[in-house]
C-alpha cells in the first residue's frame, strides 16, 4: 500500500510570490491535514479536510488556504509569500476524522522563501 | 488551554538500554487521544503508538510502550533495548475528539534522543 505522498518535495520561491502544495493520501483515507514546522514554532496545525470540506482550522493567516478533491487527494496554497513562510510543510492522512488511531505523515514540502 | 510539554530537549542512551521520554499534557477534556511520533533527520514523521483517555491499560507496540498516568497528566514514551536507529527527533502531540466539530492536534517542541553504541 503506497504512503503518503507530497510533491514537491523542495521549492525555492521569492516573496510575494504564491505557491501550491499537493498531498496524495494513503488510498482509502478520507482526512487530510497539513502542518507547518519551523525550528522556532515547531509543529503547527493548519488545517484539516475532510470529504473535501474543511473541518477545522488552526490560527494562520487566510494566506494559507487548502481544497480537497473527490479523489481526497488536497493542495495547500500560500499566497502573498513571506520569509517567514518558510518551513517543511507536511500532510498527514487518516481513514477517519475523529480517527483514534494514527496518522500517516508524508516526506514533506522543504519550502524556502527567499 | 490546551498544551504538550517535553521538558527533555535532549537525551543519550546507550544501545541496548531502554529509556524513557517525557512527555505532560493539559487539557480540561475528558475524551482525547494521546500519540508519539519519531522524525528521523530525513524529515517524515513516523507513527509509534496511541493511548486513548478511556484505555485502561498502557499501550504498546513492540519495543515502544507508553506510561499512561491519566491523574497526572502524563504519557511517557519508553523505548526498551534501544537500537542505533532510533536516533531522531521525538514528538508527543495530542487530540481532542471533536464534539462542537472544532478541535486542535497539537504537538510538544519534541526530544532529541541519540543512541550511543
Known amino acids: 500500500k503506497a504512503g503518503v505522498t507530497q510533491t514537491p518535495r523542495y521549492l525555492i520561491k521569492t516573496r510575494g510570490q504564491q505557491v501550491t502544495l499537493s498531498c496524495s493520501p494513503i488510498?482509502?483515507?478520507?482526512?487530510v491535514s497539513w502542518y507547518q514546522q519551523t525550528p522556532g514554532q515547531g509543529l503547527q496545525f493548519l488545517f484539516e479536510?475532510?470529504?473535501?470540506?474543511?473541518?477545522n482550522k488552526g490560527n494562520f493567516p487566510g494566506r494559507f488556504s487548502g481544497r480537497q478533491f473527490s479523489n481526497s487527494r488536497s493542495e495547500m496554497n500560500v499566497s502573498t509569500l513571506e520569509l517567514g513562510d518558510s518551513a517543511l510543510y507536511l500532510c498527514?492522512?487518516?481513514?477517519?476524522?475523529?480517527?483514534?488511531?494514527?496518522?500517516?505523515f508524508g516526506p514533506g514540502t522543504r519550502l524556502t522563501v527567499t | 488551554a490546551q498544551k504538550i510539554t517535553q521538558t527533555q530537549p535532549g537525551m543519550f542512551v546507550q544501545e541496548k538500554e531502554a529509556v524513557t521520554l517525557d512527555c505532560t499534557y493539559d487539557?480540561?477534556?475528558?475524551?482525547?487521544?494521546l500519540f508519539w511520533y519519531k522524525q528521523p533527520s530525513s524529515g517524515e514523521m513516523i507513527f509509534l503508538i496511541y493511548?486513548?483517555?478511556?484505555?485502561?491499560q498502557n499501550a504498546t507496540e513492540g519495543r515502544y510502550s507508553l506510561n499512561f498516568q491519566k491523574a497526572r497528566k502524563s504519557a511517557n514514551l519508553v523505548i526498551s533495548a534501544s537500537q542505533l536507529g532510533d536516533s531522531a527527533m521525538y514528538f508527543c502531540?495530542?487530540?481532542?475528539?471533536?464534539?462542537?466539530?472544532?478541535?486542535?492536534?497539537?504537538f510538544g517542541t519534541g526530544t532529541r534522543l541519540k543512541v550511543l553504541a
Open positions: 487539557t480540561s477534556d475528558q475524551s482525547y487521544g
Open positions: 498527514a492522512s487518516s481513514f477517519a476524522l475523529t480517527g483514534q488511531g494514527e496518522q500517516y
Open positions: 493511548q486513548g483517555s478511556y484505555d485502561e
Open positions: 488510498s482509502g483515507h478520507r482526512s
Open positions: 502531540a495530542m487530540r481532542e475528539f471533536p464534539t462542537s466539530g472544532t478541535y486542535k492536534y497539537i
Open positions: 479536510y475532510f470529504s473535501e470540506t474543511q473541518r
